[in-house]
């Protein structure tokens, strides 16, 4: 995969599976005053949704700030933030240049960032304007109780927190291994940060490209999802959102 100047990517495959922890958000939308709400398709890959105005990738400090007026006009018909929906949208528009063969849309995106945090919001968490979440988005101790996989600390506890176990981080529930190889800074402020809506979006779209290869497809995109969570419940409960988003409701 071609880099974006800034972020100087290496694309290396990972064997460990990114994102465990599921959030399941209660948000109903309706058409417009009047309107039924639109029927909200079953298939994979999802549709694209709402596509994003041109913006200037590579525009100093948060490029993602190009699209916060496409994502107000959108966010309350989705129950999304504007920052997170801006996220979504600039990880997507990245990626149609340095991997245009992916062809990854925000809406799978934002059906992740539905699952695995509430767009940023889990456990009374904040979106702040620069892409910042906090208190820290942490998964669960991974210690191999039932239903959790055992994963002993990887990186001494410096990016989760726990010395003892690995914990998901953030808004994507990335693991420390692997952030540390598929991690970038996708708002240009010198780090690759995990609870940082902006890095994390962007690195989890690397990492669904090189897992799935083209996401336009059925196959591609079963596979990426696949790789992101190794369960078919997840897979379904991603697609459901992603397709809602595509017709412009919350799920």
């Known amino acids: 995969m071609d880099g974006v100047r800034r972020f100087g990517w290496t694309a290396r495959r990972s064997s460990v599976v990114a994102g465990l922890a599921a959030v399941v958000v209660g948000v109903s939308a309706c058409g417009s005053l009047g309107q039924p709400r639109p029927e909200i398709p079953e298939g994979v890959p999802p549709g694209l949704g709402a596509p994003t105005p041109p ?25 999304v933030g504007v920052t997170a929906l801006s996220a979504y949208g600039y990880a997507a528009a990245v990626m ?48 191999g109780r039932p239903g959790v996989a055992e994963i002993p600390d990887t990186d001494g506890g410096e990016l989760d927190g726990d010395t003892e176990f690995d914990r998901a981080m953030g808004p994507m529930q990335f693991i420390p291994e692997t952030w540390r190889q598929w991690g970038v800074d996708a708002n240009g402020d010198g780090i690759a940060d995990p609870d940082d809506i902006d890095d994390a979006t962007l690195s989890a779209a690397r990492y669904l490209c090189a897992s799935g290869g083209d996401l336009t497809t059925p196959e591609g995109w079963h596979a990426a999802l696949m790789a992101y969570n190794l ?9 459901d959102r992603a397709n809602a988003y595509s017709v412009g409701v919350a799920p």
């Open 55 to 79: 913006i200037d990738l590579d525009a100093p400090g948060r490029s993602a700030d190009q699209l916060l007026g496409w994502a107000a006009e959108r966010s309350d018909g989705l129950g």
């Open 231 to 239: 369960s078919g419940d997840y897979l379904r409960l991603v697609r």
């Open 96 to 143: 149609q240049r340095a991997a245009p063969e992916c062809g990854i849309g925000w809406t799978t995106l934002a059906g992740i960032g539905s699952v695995e945090s509430a767009h940023g919001t889990h456990g009374g968490a904040t979106v702040a304007p620069d892409g910042s979440t906090s208190p820290p988005i942490r998964g669960v101790p991974l210690d």
